[in-house]
């Protein structure tokens, strides 16, 4: 599939569940890990878009995003300096 439908899908999803959002609370944890999920792999794509220039590269997975999404830019820093560091 192209990755400018996937992503144009999520951003869809994310805007249809932020402007219509949900009075359930157990749902809403669910629809919030969901869109921090979302916004993990983004954070995720635009990094390897713009580090591969440099050489830098963090495989998006499951692991991955959650740390991105739920950490935010510091999880994605720490991403990149555990492979700068730690893996060689």
Do not use: D, E
Request: glycine fraction near 12%; avoid cysteine; hydrophobic fraction near 60%.
């Amino acid at each position: 599939m192209n990755p400018t439908i996937v992503i144009s899908i999520m951003v869809g999803v994310i805007v249809l569940l932020l402007v219509v959002g949900t009075s359930f609370k157990p749902m809403r944890f669910l629809v919030q890990g969901t869109v921090k999920l979302g916004i993990g792999i983004l954070f995720l794509f635009f990094f390897n878009v713009i580090g591969g220039s440099f050489g830098l590269h963090i495989p998006i997975n499951l692991f991955t995003a959650i740390v991105s999404g739920f950490l935010g830019l510091f999880g994605v820093a720490s991403l990149a300096a555990i492979h700068m560091l730690i893996l060689p």
